[in-house]
């Protein structure tokens, strides 16, 4: 087996080898036809049957409805057979070619003058005789019954009570072909009608009707097995006993019952015999109420030379069945759609070589796209595969609508697509392989988010790069050259406090899905939105910001505890942060002997400069125009300057980032940002002295940035109270240094 498996596998490639073997065991599953198969394709038809339904034509059929008004006029269930014999005899009047009834009697009517007076006690001797002698309802019913062409229903089952009666006589039936009964369903028990109405009844026909296993009727069986002998349904009866004809006739073929002949129609069936029901929507044009037929208040023309079936839709005598058009349809309405079925000729068909016929289809489309999809790849096969499913799709709907037969369109496409996938899958599996070779290979040099797009795309390792909206941060330490020189002597401590303090900024950066540009001594250069789409990037690039600013804090609380323990002196660390968003081109920067995947832009060089105004302006982190109209709402921010950095002419409004929302919400905030504001109003007014004393409102609590900020502008304020600008100043600010 190994010696063949291997033989194939080198014949037909290990993809297109177990697409083959998944081909041969689909078509092996559907042969077997488990249920949820068999289920999705019966749904496939129901939907068929909901987009197309049969148009409902006035035929000679007419149903007897014993309805809720029946129920209300005539009482409770069952009626006297009496009443029977007149709904009987009013059909017979307004010409009736013949009735079927859609219920069994199997017992003496209990209304009949001779039974009541054994069941009800407290009568006379006098009374009970008088009533014993009158005539019983059910001679009455059977009377009228040999006037007229009347089949009663019988029902099938397996769990009746047995009665010691003659055995029935069966209707006679032609078998052309070889014996049909191996394939039709069987009841192994009858439940009959009481011999005085069976004896006087034209025909004997079946009501019993096995639905799909979810319930629902679909098909309905012409011809069953019932206690042995072969028996009627009973539309067929109905139809055989209204044409006058003797027998009905059963073909069959090697594969199956193809088809029953009855009243000079041949009815196509499936192998069990069923006829597959095509509806109409619940019509009330088929029915006449009993009562109106009971007072005679109805249309004769509503029965004349009509096929009668009389049965019930009343919710309480529970005969309602699941169809594929109602959930809740008569089950004496089916019977009269299944006569309609015949006297129309409009049949659905799925014929016995239908499965061969989806069978065929599944192997071809799999076929095709085992061996095309390793030639021409994915995405052409994917739409040549699509216009044959659209095809076979198309072509079920087609003969559905213009031929009415039934064929499979969904598994065959389910074949075809699921070969299909497994080729996809094979295929990105192999590629996953080759991307985890290239993570191995390029991990401990590359950045990890980069690493996943060139495991992603290996073509881009290349020199190149594309235009991207992104957000940028520069990130420095403060006086961290005076801080090094206490290193001078000890190399490996300086290299432990950076690696101590760069390791929690930059997972600040990375946990707010930030990429990590490059390392420049203690500063950091990080961007957003590549090489991952990141459409809230400036909220994540502020996020971080504050992070690293909170984490640098708690670093300088554990090293000022730790140098007041060995007795040293502490020099704090503080960082600055620039931040800006705008149009830049990334890519693989360099030569085509060494590049690095980085950004370049004039919104990278004003990020770089706002990083260094830092120092200027005194404060944390400052950010660029762009950036704050998206965080706006968000975070607690004041707008800084408008500043005109070196290397830009057209000035950037600026703006401090001092803290999230939870510091935007306090009031001790929005009173003290408010006298900032009118601070800056004024100073772009030239109003010093006013501008002053709004500075003067914003230092009262100097234990914030915010403090720090106004004494920047108080003592450019002061300068200009005694040098004042020239005439054309517009209150921007130049920035002499980077």
Sequence with gaps: MRRLIGKLNSVFGGARLSALLLLLFLLAVRVIDPYVVELIRLKTFDYYQVLKPRDFQKLPVAIVDIDEK??????????ARSTLATILQNIAQAGGVAV???????????????????????????????????????????????????????????????????????????????????????????????????????????????????????????????????????????????????????????????????G?????????????????????????????????????????DHLVLVGPSATGLLD?????????????????????????????KRPNYALGAELVAAAVLSLLTIILVPILGALPVMAFGFVLAASWVGGSWYLFSSEKLLLDAIYPLFTSLSVFFLLVFINYRREEIQRQEIRSAFAQYLAPDYVEQIAKNPENLALGGERRKMTILFSDVRNFTNISESFADNPQGLTALMNRFLTP??????????????????AIMAFWNAPLDDDSQEIHACEAALLMVRRMRAINVERKQEADTEGHTFFPLNVGVGINTGD????????EFRFDYSVLGDSVNLAARLEGQTKTYGVTILIGNNTAHKVMDLFALVEADLIRVKGKKEPERIYCLLGDMDLALKNSFAIQKASFEKMLQNYRAQNWDTALSHCDDVQKDRENELSRLAETFRLRIEAFKKTPPPAEWDGVFVAETK
């Design 70 to 79: 029946s129920l209300a006029e005539l009482g409770q269930w069952p009626w």
């Design 100 to 262: 079927a009834f859609d219920i069994v009697f199997p017992e003496p009517d209990r209304l009949s003058p001779d039974q009541y007076s054994k069941s009800v006690g407290g009568l006379s001797e006098a009374l009970r005789q008088e009533l014993a002698a009158l005539p019983s309802t059910d001679r009455i019913m059977s009377d009228t019954m040999r006037r007229m062409r009347v089949v009663v229903g019988q029902a099938g089952g397996v769990d009746f009570v047995e009665t010691d009666r003659n055995e029935q006589v069966q209707t006679p039936v032609a078998l052309l072909g070889p014996d049909p009964k191996k394939y039709m369903f069987e009841y192994p028990q009858l439940l009959r009608n009481i011999e005085l109405l069976e004896d006087a009844a034209a025909g004997k026909g079946l009501f019993s009707i096995y639905p799909d296993p979810d319930g629902i009727v679909r098909r309905a069986a012409l011809t069953v097995i019932a206690d042995g002998k072969i028996q009627p349904a009973l539309s067929v009866e109905l139809l055989r006993v209204a044409t006058g004809q003797d027998a009905f006739a059963v073909k069959s073929d090697e594969a199956g019952i193809s088809s029953v002949v009855v």
């Design 264 to 304: 000079g129609a041949e009815v196509p069936t499936d192998r069990n015999g069923r006829i597959w029901v095509h509806y109409t929507p619940s019509n009330p044009l088929r029915f006449v109420s009993a009562s109106d037929i009971a007072n005679g208040t109805f249309d004769p023309a509503r029965i004349r």
């Design 320 to 348: 309602l069945k699941a169809t594929p058009l109602n959930p809740t349809m008569p089950g004496v309405e089916v019977h009269a759609q299944i006569l309609e079925n015949i006297l129309s000729g409009s049949f659905l």
């Design 505 to 522: 900024l930059s997972n600040g950066i990375m946990e707010k899905r930030g990429t990590i540009d490059k390392y420049m001594g203690d």
């Design 584 to 591: 830049c081109v990334v890519g693989n920067m360099g030569s």
